[in-house]
């Protein structure tokens, strides 16, 4: 017999507060059909479902990526003349956004705000990490502006986001000036925000700036992590101190910081462009041997250098073996291993792959 069911047998009727516990219990752990008979049953005994009810069922099937019947759940809950609140609007945009429907998430938000319902940081934060993460640039940064005109104040995410997006754009200027201005309004950056600062400068050559803000980090008592030693890592290569790049990387495990996929991935590039091609290769056999986490990442590295070196048949078997090693080609994947069989003379070979690629392409539209 169900929770419920005991309840109503010992003669205790449920009321709305009481439902609404039920209800999210059921929805924490993911049973909703549990979740749905409790507010059936509520409904049938005369408790008028409330505001908190339909958010916390929208908060729950949006976050268990079931976007469809959360919109259904929304529809409902205004047919039964329940008004949204600012919660369930953030909830329904932020599962739109993990849909990547970011119009239609875009279109909550104008809703929301049509109907004097004041969104609030988490609702902003939600949609400007969603489109920098798409590289939509002019959307969300005219999000931030928008808020930023409603007063409402970014938080430490907010800020994140943006200074990631405006570096992913080549701004880097105006995120010094986001960065800038997180100090001035007391919100503290983070190890992140930090790393994402220091690697738009060391993309943009800004080598020594991308030092000292690192540097700043460390003085302001945020402590050092894999991201941020990455971040240095990749900084040294990008200014031509391998050697330099190469002792922080060996170094992590000592100082406490467990290099992760990323790690050895930045440095195998690294090694190979500075023509350290021993190195790599003895750095590519440990991480076969020590990790199970190698990636597409790892795997485009190799078959680039592999192409370069005049050893596109080996290149080509590497390709060919990776599904049977959990890992699916990518984009960047295909294009190096196209661009080397052409530059072997490998034309059929390449000719052929691209009809593969172009097959691939098609099938992932229309998922």
């Given amino acids: 017999m169900s929770f419920l069911g005991k309840m109503l047998k010992l003669g205790v009727e449920p009321d709305v507060v009481t439902g609404s516990l039920l209800v999210n219990g059921f929805c924490q752990i993911n049973r909703f059909d549990e979740a749905f008979y409790v507010a059936e049953q509520m409904k049938k005994m005369g408790v008028t479902l409330n505001v908190v009810v339909y958010t916390i069922l929208i908060d729950g099937l949006c976050r268990n990526r079931f976007l469809n019947e959360a919109i259904n759940v929304f529809g409902l809950m205004e047919n039964e003349g329940v008004t949204p609140n600012v919660f369930t609007y953030t909830s329904l945009i932020s ?29 902003f934060t939600t949609l400007i990490y969603a489109y920098v993460k798409a590289g939509k640039f002019s959307e969300f940064w005219e999000l931030y502006q928008e808020m930023i005109k409603m007063s409402i104040d ?24 986001a960065f800038e201005d997180m100090l001035r309004n007391g919100c503290a950056p983070n190890v992140l925000t930090y790393s994402t600062l220091a690697n738009g400068l060391f993309k943009s050559n800004r080598f020594n700036e991308g030092i000292e803000l690192l540097k700043e980090m460390s003085d302001s008592g945020v402590a050092e992590n894999t991201v941020s030693r990455n971040t240095l890592v990749q900084g040294c290569i990008q200014a031509g101190k391998i050697s330099s790049a190469q002792e922080l990387f060996e170094r992590m495990p000592s100082d406490g910081l467990p290099p992760n996929i990323r ?47 005049g050893k596109a048949d080996e290149a080509f078997k590497l390709f060919f073996s990776l599904s049977s090693k959990g890992v699916e080609p990518d984009d960047k994947a295909y294009t190096a291993m196209i661009s080397g069989l052409k530059k072997n003379g490998m034309l059929a070979r390449a000719h052929a792959l691209t009809r593969a690629y172009q097959k691939y392409k098609r099938n992932r539209g229309s998922i």
Avoid at 95 to 114: D, F, P, T, W, Y
Avoid at 162 to 176: E, Y
Wanted: aromatic share 8%.
């Fill in 154 to 177: 970014p938080n430490v995410v907010t800020y994140t986001s943006v200074i990631n997006g405006l570096c992913m754009h080549n701004h880097v200027d105006r995120a010094k000036k």
């Fill in 95 to 123: 599962g739109l956004c993990n849909a990547c429907k970011l119009s239609e998430a875009s279109h909550v938000l104008r809703q929301m705000i049509s109907r004097k319902i004041d969104p609030n940081v988490v609702t």
């Fill in 263 to 309: 790690s050895y991935n930045i440095v195998l590039a690294g090694l190979f462009v500075y023509g350290k091609v021993k190195k790599a290769l003895s750095t590519y056999e440990l991480m076969q041997k020590t990790r199970n986490d190698l990636d597409i990442v790892t795997y485009t590295i190799m078959i680039h250098w592999m192409c370069k070196d």
